[in-house]
């Protein structure tokens, strides 16, 4: 009974939790921390753009993980159906990742009014994110298929009392670690290319840190996804017949699955100066 | 640098397009090597077809003032003895007008103005 209780009560906690956070009002003093640590200068006609994307982003972000978190819960309930139960961390980063870009899209960029401007300035990905993080999520990825694949040739100890993971789930995980190194460098592309519809300098800054900010959620998500997909695949092999396998692997593992959660809050909330080489004027 | 497009002029806006970059890049505003956008970030920011703009830089590239490197994007391309730059002497009186105009407090659409009413004027002697 208390145990029922428990599973009751603490998801509740959470969610009271989360919601409240999210539904607390952006106050000017944030927006004004924020600017500066983007380099922003708030003026009367950008501040209004930062508030509603801080504001709206934060509780779409708070939405998706949400949604991940009691997803696999509900489909349990409705459904009897608990193979998405220990996903649910990869879930909820996955929520993150789709309220992040929801609230981008979302975002209303005022055009200048009826004309079309744009300036003649180049936006690279390089700019708005660290390459680092691009090569990152490119090389767990592939860690995370070639593990499944090793995982996949090895056999298991079936003496160890752990449970082997099934062929298909190795299979889904690599599938998944596949599809996510292969398109998540295009949805970052994709933001960074998104319509900038004015030239005025205010506004083009402040769109430039939203943007920066959009795409390191992007980008700290799905690389916390990775991070969960190739710590699985290491812990599996923490039931191989492969003795030097199942005393090392277990280590990194673990190191994924905590970092996981350090770069979703790291990157997702990083103040990023967004770079943009502007091209230089002829002398006058 | 900034390029604009009229939606409800005669001239089709890849023509704009490519007056308004053939303009910046011979008065050395844009300089040889010079990164340009990509076409889809251009065509999205002026809310035109990918197609108008590439075709703006193929027109471009077909008149030596751009070149196109795969992947690594259009750039402005070096300087040759084929392009008619703007004259100097020219170019220093344009520079000593665009100084006093500034002076005086006018915008660039005002020293234009005052400009084509000169020429006018020097046409009707």
């Known amino acids: ?284 | 640098m900034i390029l604009e497009v009229d939606s409800r002029s005669a001239v089709p806006p890849y023509e704009q397009l490519r007056q308004q970059v053939t303009a910046l890049i011979r008065a050395g505003v844009l300089r040889p090597g010079a990164r340009m956008p990509a076409i889809r970030q251009l065509a999205n920011d002026l809310g035109l077809a990918g197609g108008t703009v590439a075709r703006a830089y193929r027109e471009l590239e077909s008149d030596g003032l751009v070149t196109t490197h795969g992947r690594h994007g259009t750039v402005v391309a070096a300087a040759t003895d084929e392009r008619e730059p703007t004259p100097a002497p020219l170019l220093r009186s344009a520079r000593r007008f665009a100084s006093e105009a500034r002076k005086a407090g006018a915008g660039l659409d005002d020293a234009v103005a005052a400009l084509r009413a000169a020429f006018a004027s020097e046409g009707e002697r």
């Not at chain 1, 005393?247 to 905590?258: A, E, K, N, R, S």
């Open chain 1, 1 to 284: 009974m208390i145990l029922m209780m428990l599973r009751l009560v603490f998801p509740a906690i959470v969610v009271a939790f989360v919601l409240n956070r999210a539904y607390t009002d952006v106050d000017g003093r944030f927006v004004e921390e924020w600017a500066r640590a983007h380099g922003l200068v708030l003026s009367p006609r950008n501040r209004s753009m930062v508030h509603w994307y801080l504001r709206t982003a934060r509780i779409l972000r708070a939405w998706g993980v949400l949604a991940g978190l009691l997803l696999p819960a509900l489909i349990d309930a409705a459904f009897g159906w608990r193979a998405l139960q220990q996903s649910q961390p990869f879930l909820a980063f996955a929520g993150y990742l789709v309220g992040a870009l929801y609230a981008e899209v979302a975002l209303v960029r005022p055009a200048d009014g009826e004309r079309r401007v744009a300036a003649l300035v180049p936006r690279e990905i390089d700019d708005y994110l660290p390459r680092r993080l691009v090569v990152a999520q490119q090389a767990v990825a592939a860690a995370a298929v070639v593990g499944a694949a090793i995982l996949l040739l090895v056999g298991f100890d079936q003496g160890l009392g752990g449970s082997p993971p099934s062929r298909a789930s190795v299979v889904l995980v690599a599938l998944v670690a596949a599809v996510l190194g292969l398109t998540l460098e295009r949805i970052e592309r994709w933001v960074v290319q998104r319509p900038q519809p004015f030239t005025d300098a205010e506004l083009v800054a402040a769109d430039d840190a939203i943007r920066s900010q959009s795409v390191h959620s992007v980008a700290g998500s799905g690389l916390a996804m990775l991070l969960l997909l190739l710590g699985g695949v290491l812990f599996g092999f923490a039931v191989t017949d492969v003795p030097v396998l199942r005393w090392t692997m277990w280590l990194p593992g673990l190191v994924c699955f905590l970092g996981s959660i350090q770069v979703c809050l790291y990157y997702g909330h990083r103040a990023w100066r967004v770079r943009r080489s502007l091209p230089k004027a002829a002398p006058a």
